[in-house]
């Protein structure tokens, strides 16, 4: 298929080049030409100035940005991708937003005749990296078994859970069960090491048990040993809690760890964490 890939971050930049690797003619657009260039050098494929020449003539046009007014920026106006797409296309937002903005681009989509999925994303750097990511969509059934092939390519999991911006609420709860989880972890850990018991020891046994988790597993022991230099920073994970939390003022949620847990990731913003991967929770108890 000829695709456009817009935005290429440390999601981004992989998951395009899965797309071309796999055989389609991928066009990408980024803010910052030089990653443009970079990821042409990289894998092939073509680059483009606007994200309406990359759309141009592309049959499913995917996107993974920083937060709704991002895509909004690249989505809408004179030179975003709706004015380049042709009848018929798709557009796939991998970004993690709102479910009301998702809710509108299917509908701006629709009015010109065209389709849209929302489709964010989990798994982090490394599922980008290995092309296993877990993948929630929402969407009309017709549009979804028309991009899943493509999406496929680097998804781990992939499901339609229902219409437009089901795929963001999923998304959602996934944030609100990775926060929980991870300041468990941190105060398990910080709890071992105040008592005096070796941690990694105690991550060799309980990882084996009912306290498992990817978290426990994937970042239990460089949070001992206080490595935080992975994908997903902190500034980005307040911002997907914030969307967590403004959805939940609407639909009546209640989330109070997950607010905690929102406040603790702003005390490590506030000691210049902001970059720092979201295990780095565990600081704060140091």
Same mark, same amino acid.
Not at 103 to 130: C, T
Not at 179 to 197: I, N, R
């Given at each position: ?33 030089? !990653? ?6 990289? $894998?092939?494929? =073509? +680059? #483009? /100035?606007?994200? @309406? &020449?990359?759309? *141009?003539? %592309? ?26 797409? !042709? ?6 937002? $991998?970004?993690? =937003? +709102? #479910? /009301?903005?998702? @809710? &509108?681009?299917? *509908?701006? %989509? ?177």
């Amino acid at each position: 298929m000829k695709l456009a890939f817009l935005g290429l971050g440390v999601m981004g930049f992989p998951m395009a080049g899965h797309l071309q690797k796999a055989g389609h003619s991928v066009t990408v657009y980024n803010r910052n030409a030089e !990653k443009s260039a970079k990821w042409v050098a990289t $894998h092939g494929g =073509a +680059s #483009a /100035a606007t994200p @309406r &020449e990359a759309a *141009a003539g %592309a049959d499913i046009v995917l996107m993974c940005v920083g937060n709704d007014n991002d895509v909004r920026s690249v989505v809408y106006g004179n030179d975003g991708a709706l004015a380049g797409m !042709k009848a018929g296309a798709v557009l796939v937002d $991998h970004t993690t =937003a +709102s #479910a /009301a903005l998702a @809710r &509108e681009l299917d *509908a701006a %989509a629709k009015a010109q005749g065209k389709g849209f999925i929302d489709a964010p994303v989990s798994g982090g750097q490394a599922g980008a990296e290995n092309g296993k990511l877990g993948i929630m969509c929402g969407g009309d059934l017709a549009t979804f078994d028309r991009v899943k092939d493509v999406l496929n390519v680097y998804a781990k999991a992939l499901v339609r859970i229902g219409d437009a911006g089901a795929g963001q609420l999923t998304k959602m709860v996934n944030q609100i069960c990775i926060a929980g989880l991870v300041q468990a972890l941190s105060e398990g850990l910080a709890f071992a090491q105040k008592a005096g018991v070796d941690p990694k020891l105690v991550l060799d046994v309980i990882s084996k048990g009912a306290a498992q988790s990817w978290q426990m597993e994937n970042r239990g022991n460089t949070m001992v040993d206080g490595k935080f230099d992975f994908g997903f920073a902190v500034d980005w994970m307040r911002k997907d809690l914030g969307i967590c939390l403004e959805e939940a003022k609407r639909n009546g949620a209640r989330l109070p760890v997950t607010a905690l847990v929102d406040q603790f990731y702003a005390d490590v913003q506030q000691a210049g964490g902001g970059r720092l991967d979201t295990s780095s929770l565990i600081k704060r108890l140091g």
